[in-house]
Structures are given as C-alpha cells and as structure tokens.
C-alpha cells in the first residue's frame, strides 16, 4: 500500500496531542497536524499530513469535524476535506450534518471529500444485529436526504461490507465512508475506498485511493 497524503482519525478519546504523538503515528519526524480535543476522554478528531504532499490554507475546526482546505502540491489541485465524527443521536446528527452543509455551501472549490464516523447507515443491509429498525429507517432517510442535499457520491467500495464490528462479532455495521463531489471522480475517476484489517480496533480504518485512470 502507498504513503498516504493525509491520515483522519476519529474518537482519538485524547484531550492533548503533540507533536511526539503525531510523528509516532505518522512514522515520520515531518508531519503537521490539527486536532479537535476529546471531552472527558469521549470523541476527538486529528488530522495529520506532510507540508511536502499537502499546503494547508485554510481551517475549521467545529463540534463533530475538522475542514481543512489545502492544495495537493505533487499534483498542483485544491481540495477541500471534512473529517466527520458523528454523534450517536439524531438531534446530534442534524446539528452536525446542517453545520457541514453551510460550510460547504460556502466555501470555495469544487473538489470536495467529507469522510469519517457518520455513526449512520444508508441501506438496512449495512446494519447487522439490532433490533431498532423504526429508529434506523428515520435516520437512514436523513442521511440520503443530506448526501444528496450536498451533492455527494460515495467512492466505490473493495472488501468488507462492514467498518464497525462489535467485540462479540453480534453486531455490524457500515458507519465509516468517504463521500465526494462529482468533480472529485471527474478529476480522479479511478478512486476507490477499501478496509484496512481493523486489528485491535473496533472500526477498520478506511483507505481512500483517488488516482486519474493510467
């Protein structure tokens, strides 16, 4: 597998990250980062990349998400990337969804990627073992509703159908996407996003693979 550009971690559970942190993680002494601190040990984002493979130029940082806007300079493109951390109930949901919306709306540039823990389904066949089917057929309705609201297409998926797994293995779910524009399959039509062995995690890490056609 190729060096990433960018990596996006969700539930970090940490209230303070630093740079002895990031380039463990990284592997590498050069490495940037932004993150958003965990609240009582709940939640967290960080967001980290190498100044020679991403220019940042712009930053949000919002209760669920970190946006960060920047050029891709080996290959001279601006792109605009949302990490989503979603909370659990929908009233959550609908403030972080609106939130993303407006700064979308707003923001300039065309090539957009939002992806993370949406903590949501789009089809019941990406849920295994629960029993709130009313509950998930409301939010299943929401989240297509906002995806298409925002213009969003999701990358084509390899591997597993399932990114979240209960210890016990009695429950799945696909909670964890990669959501772009279209301009953003225009511009690397062969892009797919593939799971990654999730190892002592609960969530396999996503791997987001966007490359023109050879």
């Given at each position: 597998?190729?060096?990433?550009?960018?990596?996006?971690?969700?539930?970090?559970?940490?209230?303070?990250?630093?740079?002895?942190?990031?380039?463990?993680?990284?592997?590498?002494?050069?490495?940037?980062?932004?993150?958003?601190?965990?609240?009582?040990?709940?939640?967290?984002?960080?967001?980290?990349?190498?100044d020679k493979a991403f220019r940042l130029q712009r930053k949000v940082i919002g209760t669920g998400f970190i946006f960060l806007q920047g050029e891709l300079i080996r290959e001279a493109?601006?792109?605009?990337?949302?990490?989503?951390?979603?909370?659990?109930?929908?009233?959550?949901?609908?403030?972080?969804?609106?939130?993303?919306?407006?700064?979308?709306?707003?923001?300039?540039?065309?090539?957009?990627?939002?992806?993370?823990?949406?903590?949501?389904?789009?089809?019941?066949?990406?849920?295994?073992?629960?029993?709130?089917?009313?509950?998930?057929?409301?939010?299943?309705?929401?989240?297509?509703?906002?995806?298409?609201?925002?213009?969003?297409?999701?990358?084509?998926?390899?591997?597993?159908?399932?990114?979240?797994?209960?210890?016990?293995?009695?429950?799945?779910?696909r909670l964890d996407r990669c959501l772009v524009s279209s301009e953003w399959l225009i511009r690397w039509p062969a892009s797919v996003q593939s799971t990654l062995a999730r190892k002592?995690?609960?969530?396999?890490?996503?791997?987001?693979?966007?490359?023109?056609?050879?």
């Amino acid at each position: 597998m190729e060096d990433p550009d960018l990596i996006c971690l969700q539930e970090t559970k940490k209230e303070l990250i630093d740079k002895a942190m990031c380039q463990a993680i990284w592997g590498d002494a050069e490495v940037s980062w932004e993150m958003q601190p965990a609240i009582n040990s709940a939640g967290g984002i960080l967001c980290m990349w190498c100044d020679k493979a991403f220019r940042l130029q712009r930053k949000v940082i919002g209760t669920g998400f970190i946006f960060l806007q920047g050029e891709l300079i080996r290959e001279a493109q601006q792109i605009n990337i949302i990490t989503i951390y979603s909370p659990c109930d929908i009233h959550g949901k609908r403030l972080l969804w609106e939130a993303v919306k407006q700064l979308k709306d707003t923001a300039a540039g065309v090539l957009w990627c939002i992806l993370g823990d949406f903590n949501s389904i789009r089809v019941p066949e990406e849920r295994f073992g629960s029993s709130q089917r009313s509950i998930i057929d409301s939010s299943i309705n929401e989240f297509n509703d906002w995806i298409h609201d925002l213009e969003l297409l999701e990358v084509p998926w390899l591997d597993r159908n399932f990114t979240w797994i209960r210890p016990n293995g009695a429950s799945r779910s696909r909670l964890d996407r990669c959501l772009v524009s279209s301009e953003w399959l225009i511009r690397w039509p062969a892009s797919v996003q593939s799971t990654l062995a999730r190892k002592f995690l609960d969530h396999c890490p996503i791997f987001l693979r966007s490359k023109a056609v050879d």
